[in-house]
């Protein structure tokens, strides 16, 4: 069980930015742990985000289950929302990316929890399961919108390692 | 034009860089390819949810009904 975190990076944008790579994640670590505050200029009220490990689309496979308040869906999608736009201003979707043993030479599992901010009808709560199919160990994290938008200033992107002792 | 934020694990060090041609033309693509996918996955779902309302209905019982004889 891992017990100690440690802060690797952190980040805040001051301008908007199209994309955010994590370059160079040391493999010391036992797991490590992406905590994401994010929103997209896209004109909508929600945008999703890729989420690309050695900046690699391939060999990905996921399953979601969300809720958008009056239902819940599943779907095998990488659907994984943000705010964008048309949501209340200034608020910002949130989301933690827990990645254990990224360093192996197994197939890596991701668990992302993430929830959008609205004061209006629509906002989405989603639990995502993902397995990258791949043995290569995760040393970079590329994250980008779905969408051809940029994150806006003052999105953050934190990432912590674990260790099991 | 659009940039993108490489932040250095080891040292430190963040660059900002902009997007090459190629790696906007790869982004419009992908969110092209994305939009797609979102469509038929869609589509597939209301399918399903049809097809699931026709047996319901063909069998003469509910959904909770339903749920009772599989639980």
Redesign the interface.
């Known amino acids: 069980m891992a017990n100690t975190y440690t802060l690797?990076?952190a980040?805040t944008?001051a301008?908007a930015?199209?994309?955010?790579?994590?370059?160079?994640?040391?493999a010391t670590y036992t797991d490590i742990k992406f905590v994401l505050s994010l929103r997209s200029a896209t004109a909508d009220t929600r945008d999703?985000i890729?989420i690309k490990p050695n900046n690699s689309?391939s060999n990905l496979s996921y399953r979601y289950i969300r809720s958008d308040g009056s239902s819940v869906?599943s779907?095998?999608?990488d659907?994984v929302d943000i705010d964008a736009a048309n949501a209340t201003a200034s608020t910002f979707g949130n989301l933690e990316i827990y990645i254990p043993n990224y360093a192996s030479a197994n197939y890596k599992s991701f668990s992302i929890d993430t929830v959008t901010e609205n004061n209006a009808t629509e906002a989405f709560a989603g639990l995502h399961a993902w397995l990258w199919s791949d043995t290569t160990a995760i040393s970079s994290m590329v994250f980008?919108n779905?969408?051809?938008a940029?994150f806006v200033q003052y999105s953050t992107?934190y990432?912590y390692g674990i260790s099991n002792s | 034009m659009p940039t993108k934020l490489i932040i250095n694990c080891e040292t430190g060090e963040q660059t900002e860089v902009e997007l090459t041609a190629e790696e906007i033309a790869q982004r419009e693509a992908d969110a092209k390819a994305y939009e797609a996918e979102l469509k038929a996955k869609e589509v597939e779902a209301a399918a399903k949810a049809e097809a699931k309302a026709e047996l319901l209905d063909k069998l003469g019982i509910t959904a909770e009904e339903a749920a009772l004889l599989v639980g």
């Open positions: 690797i990076e980040k944008l301008s930015t199209a994309s955010v790579t994590f370059s160079s994640i040391p999703s890729a689309t869906s779907n095998t999608l659907r980008s779905l969408s051809t940029n992107f990432l």
